[in-house]
Nanobody
């Protein structure tokens, strides 16, 4: 079992930055592809970013390309999401998810483990 705990969410003005962290316990993350998803009120959960177990491959949804950056530190069993130039439409609960697949997948149905999420609110 893997337990994932997100942190770093909060209230920020448009144009600001936040860095989310996802700390894992129970098992090492270095064989999992790691992902961030988000869910805004009244909307479906959507893929935001993913990173391969080695960190050598990343994938982003179009709306965050050039603004968000995913990274991981396997020694610390932690994954990060640096979010810059935040917009009100980025407001959502952000979830960390671990995937046993070697490929970065964008469908939330295939994830093995989920965190409980951290709320990001971007004011205009």
């Amino acid at each position: 079992q893997v337990q994932l705990v997100e942190s770093g969410g909060g209230l920020v003005q448009a144009g600001g930055s936040l860095r989310l962290s996802c700390a894992a316990s129970g098992r090492t993350l270095n064989r999992y592809t790691m992902n961030w998803f988000r869910q805004a009120p009244g909307k479906e959960r959507e893929f935001v970013a993913g990173i391969s177990w080695s960190g050598g491959r990343t994938l982003y949804t179009d709306s965050v390309k050039g603004r968000f950056y995913i990274s991981r530190d396997n020694a610390k069993n932690t994954v990060y999401l640096q979010m810059n130039s935040l917009k009100p439409e980025d407001t959502a609960v952000y979830y960390c998810a671990a995937d046993s697949s070697s490929s970065v997948r964008t469908t939330y149905g295939g994830m093995a483990y989920w965190g409980k999420g951290t709320l990001v609110t971007v004011s205009s």
